[in-house]
């Protein structure tokens, strides 16, 4: 099982920034429908690309400073990073077709 | 290789849910097709105080309860956007993409989507300050001044969510008075952190990288200001999504698709539910009815159609 893993705002830079894989961010808050539909397809992505890339989630209840870091103004957020430089982000329930695109697009 | 089911249901509403749970408890096999979020309309409303027996629950909190509910029965769901929908005799076929699922009977429940200002800026900043969505969204603008716009319920409804976070809230309503209901209107006028901005529209929305503000004009004077704000919050009214039924089958001005009481529209063993049919009230219990009303029917028509 390779579920997607909580990183609060003290973990954000060893998690993500520093990450030796490309590394997609799902931000979401527990009172967020669209983000409780955009989780499970999370999880099986996280499946699908098990050790090419990383899969984190940040609530943004509890860890607001990384979200304001990056701008954003919405949930769900999905922002992908690479080599600590943020490549890509979907803003927004998409369809699972989308965020895989998105994902491909850093692996190349 | 087409799917065969008895009943495909186009929508993962309240409506299309109710008549899942009846479908799927008359043994008939059911499938329910979602392109989007299970709820519809309702997962995005942060709480639901007047759907009978339930005294405040957060839409999605509802609508996952009415699909473990429907599932447990036997409905399938099916996460595919239906594109269109034909007559193959004595069947329909709903067709997405990449498949075909045959059915005796369809419920039609595809609800609506709220509508857009269609003001410059509002799609370049969507997500960047311009949401539909204040529960979403609401958390990301801490004490900073927002807008609202739109004078129902949904409006006044989101706007008293944002004060939660937001240190001043603005409405800015095309008319000078409220449609939302009284209850809400009462709350509204006594939140010290909501403004009325009365007989005014938005003709622009303002921003480089997020919203700087909204540029407005009263209708009654003529006058144009500009209002700076962090977020504007859009809530001006929903039209039916029937734009991939256009012509199959008769609608009002619209885009309502016309039905009798028991929900049948003109086509035979073709059924609508919900915001998507005309006179609707809108709803989630009445919704909810409707979903009922057209899954009784459509048993009714397969039983006389297709006796086995």
Same mark, same amino acid.
């Given at each position: 099982?390779?579920?997607?893993?909580?990183?609060?705002?003290?973990?954000?830079?060893?998690?993500?920034? *520093?990450?030796?894989?490309?590394?997609?961010?799902?931000?979401?808050?527990?009172?967020?429908?669209?983000?409780?539909?955009?989780?499970?397809?999370?999880?099986?992505?996280?499946?699908?690309? +098990?050790?090419?890339?990383?899969?984190?989630?940040?609530?943004?209840?509890?860890?607001?400073?990384?979200?304001?870091?990056?701008?954003?103004?919405?949930?769900?957020?999905?922002?992908?990073?690479?080599?600590?430089?943020?490549?890509?982000?979907?803003?927004?329930?998409?369809? *699972?077709?989308?965020?895989?695109?998105?994902?491909?697009?850093?692996? +190349? | 290789?087409?799917?065969?089911?008895?009943?495909?249901?186009?929508?993962?509403?309240?409506?299309?849910?109710?008549?899942?749970?009846?479908? =799927?408890?008359?043994?008939?096999?059911?499938?329910?097709?979602?392109?989007?979020?299970?709820?519809?309309?309702?997962?995005?409303?942060?709480?639901?105080?007047?759907?009978?027996?339930?005294?405040?629950?957060?839409?999605?909190?509802?609508?996952?309860?009415?699909?473990?509910?429907?599932?447990?029965?036997?409905?399938?769901?099916?996460?595919?956007?239906?594109?269109?929908?034909?007559?193959?005799?004595?069947?329909?076929?709903?067709?997405?993409?990449?498949?075909?699922?045959?059915?005796?009977?369809?419920?039609?429940?595809?609800?609506?989507?709220?509508?857009?200002?269609?003001?410059?800026?509002?799609?370049?900043?969507?997500?960047?300050?311009?949401?539909?969505?204040?529960?979403?969204?609401?958390?990301?603008?801490?004490?900073?001044?927002?807008? @609202?716009?739109?004078?129902?319920?949904?409006?006044?409804?989101?706007?008293?969510?944002?004060?939660?976070?937001?240190?001043?809230?603005? @409405?800015?309503?095309?008319?000078?008075?409220?449609?939302?209901?009284?209850?809400?209107?009462?709350? =509204?006028?006594?939140?010290?952190?909501?403004?009325?901005?009365?007989?005014?529209?938005?003709?622009?929305?303002?921003?480089?990288?997020?919203?700087?503000?909204?540029?407005?004009?009263?209708?009654?004077?003529?006058?144009?200001?500009?209002?700076?704000?962090?977020?504007?919050?859009?809530?001006?009214?929903?039209?039916?999504?029937?734009?991939?039924?256009?012509?199959?089958?008769?609608?009002?001005?619209?885009?309502?698709?016309?039905?009798?009481?028991?929900?049948?529209? =003109?086509?035979?063993?073709?059924?609508?539910?919900?915001?998507?049919?005309?006179?609707?009230?809108?709803?989630?219990?009445?919704?909810?009815?409707?979903?009922?009303?057209? =899954?009784?029917?459509?048993?009714?028509?397969?039983?006389?159609?297709?006796?086995?």
């Amino acid at each position: 099982m390779a579920k997607p893993l909580d990183v609060s705002d003290a973990q954000f830079e060893a998690e993500v920034l *520093k990450s030796p894989l490309p590394v997609l961010v799902d931000f979401w808050a527990p009172w967020c429908g669209p983000c409780r539909m955009v989780a499970p397809i999370v999880e099986e992505l996280a499946e699908e690309y +098990h050790g090419r890339v990383k899969f984190v989630k940040v609530n943004t209840d509890e860890n607001l400073d990384t979200a304001m870091r990056y701008g954003i103004r919405s949930i769900p957020t999905l922002l992908l990073f690479k080599d600590g430089q943020l490549v890509g982000s979907v803003i927004g329930f998409r369809p *699972k077709s989308e965020l895989k695109k998105l994902i491909e697009k850093a692996l +190349h | 290789m087409p799917q065969q089911y008895d009943i495909v249901i186009v929508g993962g509403g309240p409506a299309g849910l109710a008549a899942g749970l009846y479908a =799927a408890r008359g043994r008939r096999r059911t499938v329910l097709l979602e392109r989007g979020v299970i709820g519809g309309q309702i997962a995005l409303t942060a709480s639901i105080e007047n759907y009978p027996g339930i005294e405040n629950i957060s839409g999605f909190d509802l609508a996952q309860a009415m699909l473990r509910q429907a599932e447990s029965y036997g409905l399938e769901v099916h996460y595919v956007e239906a594109k269109a929908l034909e007559r193959r005799e004595p069947l329909w076929v709903v067709r997405t993409d990449d498949q075909e699922y045959l059915a005796r009977a369809v419920i039609i429940a595809t609800g609506a989507e709220y509508n857009r200002l269609g003001v410059p800026g509002e799609e370049e900043l969507t997500g960047r300050g311009v949401s539909y969505c204040a529960t979403c969204d609401a958390a990301f603008f801490p004490d900073q001044e927002v807008a @609202v716009v739109g004078g129902g319920d949904a409006a006044i409804d989101e706007g008293l969510f944002t004060t939660r976070y937001a240190a001043k809230v603005y @409405v800015i309503h095309r008319r000078d008075k409220l449609r939302a209901s009284r209850i809400l209107q009462e709350r =509204a006028f006594a939140n010290p952190k909501m403004s009325f901005i009365w007989n005014t529209v938005v003709t622009e929305i303002v921003g480089q990288e997020s919203v700087e503000g909204v540029r407005l004009r009263n209708v009654v004077t003529g006058q144009e200001s500009f209002l700076p704000v962090k977020a504007v919050f859009i809530f001006i009214g929903h039209r039916p999504a029937t734009g991939w039924l256009q012509g199959l089958l008769p609608m009002d001005n619209g885009g309502h698709i016309v039905v009798n009481a028991w929900m049948e529209t =003109a086509l035979p063993g073709v059924f609508a539910a919900g915001d998507v049919r005309q006179h609707a009230a809108r709803q989630v219990a009445t919704s909810v009815g409707d979903g009922v009303t057209a =899954a009784i029917a459509a048993e009714r028509y397969i039983s006389e159609h297709f006796p086995d």
